[in-house]
Structures are given as C-alpha cells and as structure tokens.
C-alpha cells in the first residue's frame, strides 16, 4: 500500500453482512446462463476469486483502516432487497433508516408510499412497475425528490468525469454524514457477466495513497446474490458512466444529506 501497511484490526464480524443464499444464487446464475447448477457455482466462484469481498480478511482490515466510512452505523440497518427488481426502493429504505432514524422506513412500506404518490402524479412509476422493472435514474431521482421534501433530506445527482472526481465526491460526502447512493453497471464492476444495471449506496473509502494510484470505495450491495465488495475507483467510474438502456439515460449518483447530520 505504498508503504503504508493495513492496521491489524478487523472489522468486527457482527458488522459485516449475512452472507447471501449460495443454493438460491447459484440456481439463479443457472436459469440465466442456461447452464446446470454446478457450473453456475463454478462461475460465482471464480468471479469472486478477482473480487474483494467485504467478508474477507482484507476487506475487513480495509474497513477498519477507512479514512471516512459509515459502515459502523448503517451496518446497524442494513437489510438486503426483498425481490429481484426493488434495490432501488431497499437503497432509498437503507438511506431512510440511516438518515432519520425511521425504523418503519421498510421496503413494503415505501412501495405503498409510491403507490401513494404515484395516485398524486408526484411518482413516475408504480409499485407494480417497480416489481416488474426496478427504476432508472430519472425515476429513483424524482422518488427522492418528493420522498425528501416530505422528510427534510436534501439530495444532489451527480457524474463524476473520471475516478479523481468520483474519490472526491465520495469522500465529501462520507465526511459529512452523507449518503452516495450509486446507480452502476454490476457486469461493469466485476460482479459477473449476468448481472445488469442496480442501485447501492458508497459507505467508505480507503486511505489515501501515497502515489496516484486509484483508491477503492465499499459499495453496501443489497442484492439478493452477490455480497458488499470494495472497488477501484476507476473502475466503478466505468461501472457508473454508460447509458442505462431502460431509460436511455446516463447513470450515476444521488447524494442524500440532511442539515441534522452535516458535521
């Protein structure tokens, strides 16, 4: 680590997520890529093998070691997605949860709270859609927008241009108790070829390096089969710049911040 070395300390075991369902990921990966279960077991396998789980030895020394994180409190209200489609409604939950406290900020819950505001022309999707199809960018990002006036959060979207750019957003934000909630390609981030567009908020960031040498950021991911993972920031930068083909749309980030947590 450009002669600095990881601290010893772990992350404590009771902060890092539940491992997912091996059995049901693995029958999943099989339906997509038409292939028997073992061998879906052999890809999951292997592309973990190139990935750095959070779960792991070094992840959890990384975690440890963060210059800014907020994993240690929003570990406390982490809860995966519940169907296939919703990490964005479980994302906005998450942020929920963590920002204002609100124990019942649940995923059932903020899709009738869709449902509701989708009957006043202020949702541009419904609950049933959701479950269909999940949410684009412009869709989580006009959710938020009426979600957040009604509870006091502020957000911001943003495109990092280049990894540079994306460390010092996360960084900004994590600083001051703010949520980047990450709309990004899973295929694109070393997450397995099968996977597509999904919604996972940043919670820390590594030490700087001494030279100029990507940093790596935990994405909390809520995904039902594939676990919280650190990633280069080049290389999430990718993940996050491309078109979302449902909406034609860039993705990226929204930030979520309210005034009581601003340090």
């Not at 541009?124 to 009426?146: C, D, H, K, N, W």
């Not at 943003?158 to 994306?166: A, I, M, Q, V």
Request: hydrophobic content about 40%.
């Amino acid at each position: 680590m450009d002669g600095k070395q990881l601290t010893a300390t772990l992350l404590p075991a009771e902060a890092v997520p539940n491992r997912y369902d091996e059995e049901a990921a693995a029958s999943f990966v099989a339906k997509k890529l038409q292939c028997d279960v073992e061998k879906a077991k052999q890809a999951i396998v292997a592309v973990e093998k190139e990935q750095l789980l959070l779960r792991s030895h070094e992840g959890r020394q990384l975690a440890a070691a963060a210059t800014h994180t907020l994993l240690p409190e929003i570990s406390a209200v982490y809860a995966r997605q519940k169907k296939n489609t919703t990490c964005g409604v479980a994302s906005l939950a998450l942020v929920l949860r963590f920002l204002l406290s609100q124990d019942a900020a649940e995923e059932s819950s903020l899709l009738a709270r869709i449902d509701s505001l989708h009957s006043h022309s202020l949702s541009p999707v419904s609950s049933e859609s959701i479950l269909r199809s999940g949410m684009s960018f412009p869709q989580l990002q006009t959710i938020a927008s009426a979600l957040c006036g009604e509870f006091e959060i502020g957000i911001e979207v943003s495109r990092p241009g280049c990894s540079k750019d994306l460390e010092e957003l996360v960084e900004a934000a994590l600083r001051g108790g703010e949520v980047p909630l990450c709309n990004y390609h899973m295929a694109v981030a070393g997450q397995g070829q099968w996977w597509g567009g999904h919604w996972a908020p940043i919670v820390a960031i590594e030490q700087p390096y001494a030279s100029a040498r990507p940093r790596r950021v935990l994405v909390l991911d809520g995904w039902l089969y594939t676990d919280p993972f650190w990633i280069d920031s080049e290389q999430l930068a990718k993940a996050t710049a491309g078109i979302d083909a449902s909406s034609g749309e860039p993705r990226g980030f929204v930030v979520f911040r309210t005034s009581g947590r601003v340090q």
